[in-house]
């Protein structure tokens, strides 16, 4: 009822909103900077086009451009000059006395085919180092997606071969692998815990600690990534933020269900800029007006400073803090944890900053060096209890790291390209852990347990290198080899990596990758026994084909076929926190993606994978299906802009249910009684369905802009199935709950910007 009374207010407020009146022939203005990819060389007289009006400009000789008084609204912007891929930027948004800032990255245009009609790809631009499994989104497609809450991570969520475990996660399952095997960067930076909520080894995690209305692009590549990412095997998601505004001080105002966030940028002193976010969550007020025996409660900082020395040197000064605080009080099952415990009272304190210099140096007129020193710091706190003993168990972690690397690319000629570089990293961390007596649901019985886990400084160190070459006209190929050495595990491991590209036509590309990645067991796993000090790497070998056909200039299909081979995976035990490295399995599958840019106000795309992923604890044992296995996932995504500022977005998505260990009986052990489990992993929750609707109104008034949206989620209210817990009376009668995840649920939003 309380749902239904929501949506009844917020349709309201929208309502009324929809009455204000409008100003027209507002004006504002669009300033950016045009660089070469490869070289980041400025790029001067690049004709830069607002499409479907007389407005343009070019770039000056430091690349950058500027255009005044131009109506508030919603545009394309194109970038060209001979010699480059031309460039489209759909859905830029133009507010009232604000100055929108718009940066180019251009790659350079080798391939000329002779009598032959090229649809150009403006809106899909093609790097050659990326040869597959690469998907880049812009910042209007983040801020507007249905049943994304405006959170990069769900939208993430609907690209092909990632699957996701509920709504109540926004957690990151890529080709059949782990939540802690995706590797997050932002800006050259790592981010060891990129969601908010989440703990190491766990699929839980709720919202990004980034604001995506600071992002400038992000890139997600899930599979066949070069050489220069290292340590993780599934996937890499890097965001770059944008720039502050070199001529206006711009401030955004947003309140909405996650929170209030505050958003500045601005030219500074002496040419520099600023660009900086700072969020509250209210999900802690929203528990209590659901009278909810929770509260959950979030801060994060994020900013950036960039300063150019001279015309050859740019400084960028990066950092974010993060704190999440949750407490609950109440009976609840924690059916994450396979010891089945129940706890009336948790209470977790989480915490992440990092900060980093980027030093980018344009040494000639084909090359440059990016240098980064980086400090990161994670810490983990919790108590789990009773009553009247809240800390039965807890732990308290702290982990810190210095990071420092630095990579040059090369451009030797037009058709070979270098990049190689060396990495360093020291790891220092502290690990305090204690656990009460317990008995795990099948009748094992674990004694109560202090760890301490505090060893030396360790440090990860390496380098690499690999070169792009293009022996044809339609043909690149890219080659690599990574190095990683980790004094902790005393392993060297060498990673070989190829990517190839052809253009069979000007609209058809064939594509395949294959290599060699190895991922370190992260110290919490270490941690949980001291024989885990004797753990290994893990390896994937990823095998990938594709092709690319562009439907239009502004329409994709892509088909992807992957073969992901596992060896020294961690197994754990049902007996003990002890890891071994005995674990082996595969994912295969094959996606299909067609992707639609923004034009004529629709935008839109479907995923469809199906995948299969097993996991084997030895080779003596069969295999069996993965924890996160779903061979069926389609997700539909649409929008459509209306021309009095109004849009509609909506998402379905489909997909298979995810295995679990079944209960099959119950038995008495040690005069308790127990559940006896069926084989690992072989029967599956029910198939999840569900449909998202946001609607989007924007106002542009004198001196500002506002912005506000209403987003439903699961609106046909399905019961999709989390999990199941099972629980055991003192007769041996065996008793089923079922955890759902989130019914229909309205989220509003408010932007205002000045």
């Not at 009609?117 to 812009?138: E, P």
């Not at 955004?252 to 002496?270: E, H, I, Q, S, W």
């Not at 106002?699 to 802009?705: A, L, S």
Request: proline letters at 4%; glycine letters at 8%.
């Amino acid at each position: 009822m309380k749902i239904k009374i929501l949506i009844i207010c917020l349709l309201g407020i929208t309502s009324a909103l929809a009455a204000l009146p409008a100003t027209r022939q507002i004006k504002g203005s669009i300033e950016g900077r045009i660089i070469d990819r490869h070289t980041q060389q400025p790029l001067p007289g690049v004709n830069i086009v607002l499409e479907g009006t007389t407005f343009g400009a070019a770039s000056d000789e430091t690349g950058f451009f500027f255009m005044q008084q131009v109506p508030v609204g919603n545009y394309q912007l194109k970038a060209s000059m001979i010699g480059y891929q031309a460039q489209r930027k759909p859905e830029i948004v133009v507010a009232a006395q604000r100055a929108t800032t718009v940066n180019f990255e251009l790659l350079p245009e080798v391939l000329h085919l002779n009598d032959e009609i090229v649809v150009t790809a403006d809106y899909f631009t093609k790097d050659a180092t990326k040869t597959v499994s690469t998907i880049t989104l812009i910042p209007r497609e983040i801020c507007s997606s249905a049943g994304s809450a405006e959170d990069i991570f769900r939208i993430l969520q609907a690209m092909p071969g990632v699957n996701a475990v509920g709504a109540s996660s926004a957690n990151l399952i890529v080709r059949g692998g782990s939540p802690d095997e995706n590797r997050t960067l932002l800006e050259n930076i790592e981010i060891y815990n990129p969601l908010h909520f989440a703990r190491p080894g766990t699929s839980m995690g709720i919202i990004s600690i980034i604001n995506p209305s600071l992002l400038q692009s992000v890139e997600f590549l899930t599979g066949g990534f070069p050489v220069k990412y290292g340590d993780k095997m599934s996937s890499v998601f890097e965001m770059k933020l944008k720039d502050g505004n070199r001529s206006h001080f711009n401030s955004d105002y947003t309140v909405n269900m996650g929170g209030f966030g505050l958003l500045l940028d601005g030219p500074l002193p002496a040419n520099g800029n600023l660009i900086f976010s700072a969020r509250r969550g209210f999900f802690d007020y929203i528990t209590q007006m659901m009278d909810r025996p929770v509260s959950p409660r979030y801060w994060d900082v994020v900013g950036k400073v960039t300063y150019p020395l001279g015309n050859a040197h740019q400084l960028s000064l990066v950092g974010f803090y993060y704190l999440d605080e949750f407490e609950k009080d109440g009976i609840i099952g924690n059916p994450v944890h396979n010891l089945g415990k129940k706890y009336y009272y948790i209470n977790r304190h989480i915490t992440g900053s990092a900060l980093g210099l980027n030093w980018r140096y344009l040494f000639s007129r084909r090359g440059y060096v990016l240098t980064t020193v980086a400090w990161t710091r994670n810490g983990w706190k919790s108590w789990f209890g009773s009553k009247t003993n809240h800390g039965i168990d807890g732990d308290d972690i702290v982990e810190d790291e210095s990071h420092l690397k630095s990579e040059i690319t090369y451009q030797l000629t037009d058709g070979i390209e270098l990049n190689g570089g060396l990495f360093w990293k020291a790891i220092d961390s502290n690990h305090y852990t204690w656990y009460g007596p317990d008995t795990t649901r099948s009748g094992f019985i674990f004694s109560a347990d202090t760890l301490f886990y505090e060893p030396s400084t360790t440090y990860k160190m390496g380098g690499f290198l690999q070169t792009t070459i293009r022996p044809v006209k339609r043909l690149s190929v890219n080659a690599g080899l990574r190095s990683d050495y980790y004094e902790f595990t005393g392993e060297q491991k060498l990673s070989p990596r190829v990517g190839v590209n052809y253009r069979l036509t000007g609209k058809v590309h064939l594509n395949a990758a294959y290599g060699y990645y190895y991922q370190t067991p992260e110290v919490y796993l270490v941690a949980l026994d001291p024989a885990n000090v004797t753990l290994g790497s893990s390896r994937a070998i990823h095998s990938i084909a594709g092709i690319e056909y562009l439907l239009s200039d502004n329409t994709k299909l892509t088909v992807e076929v992957y073969q992901k081979d596992l060896e020294n995976t961690l197994v754990t035990s049902d007996t003990s926190r002890q890891l071994t490295n005995n674990g082996s399995g595969y994912s295969r599958g094959i996606e299909f993606f067609v992707q639609k840019k923004m034009n004529r106000n629709f935008v839109g795309s479907l995923a469809y994978t199906y995948s299969q992923s097993k996991r084997r604890v030895s080779f003596a044992l069969p295999e069996y299906d993965f924890e996160f296995d779903q061979p069926h996932n389609v997700i539909l995504t649409a929008g459509y802009k209306f021309a009095n500022n109004w849009r509609i977005g909506v998402k379905f998505q489909y997909a298979s249910g995810m295995p679990y260990t079944p209960i099959i009986g119950t038995v008495q052990r040690n005069g308790l009684w127990s559940v006896v489990e069926g084989a690992p992993y072989s029967a599956r929750y029910p198939s999840v369905h569900k449909l998202d609707i946001r609607v989007d109104r924007t106002f542009h008034f004198g001196m500002w802009t506002l912005t506000a949206y209403l987003d439903v989620w699961n609106v046909y209210n399905r019961d999709n199935v989390l999990f199941y817990n099972y629980e055991v009376d003192n007769n041996g009668a065996l008793k089923r709950e079922v955890s759902y995840d989130f019914p229909i649920m309205p989220i509003m939003g408010i932007r205002a910007q000045f």
